[in-house]
């Protein structure tokens, strides 16, 4: 029996994450779904994701703080992998995202092919 991933989906736009989950609805994975950042620590506590898939842009935090608060509760990045979807374009969000070992960093609009890709490749899903 193959394995179900579960990924966490953090993003404030409901279409979007409609639209994510639609994209990777393919793969052998739940996609979890959390509008914001303090509902996206409670889940990531609470469910063990495989995968995160964050924005940055969040009503209630930045997705960095997320990020930091994820770290500091033992979620190391690399072991959890992290994608960054967001509409920051700015070299400089890029730079952070490294600093913070996220997996991959993408910007929307996306390309829904590139996303399932790179969820397929940090899962190791066949």
Known sequence: MAETYHVLN??????TARLIRLVLSELPLEVHHASDGKQALEMIKTLKPNLIIL????????????????TSNGIDPKVVPVIVLTSHTEASHRVIAKLKSVACYMTKPFEPDELQGKVKELLKIG
């Open 10 to 15: 953090v993003e404030d736009n409901p279409n």
């Open 55 to 70: 924005d940055i842009g969040l009503t209630d935090m930045h997705g960095w703080e997320v990020l930091d608060r994820m």
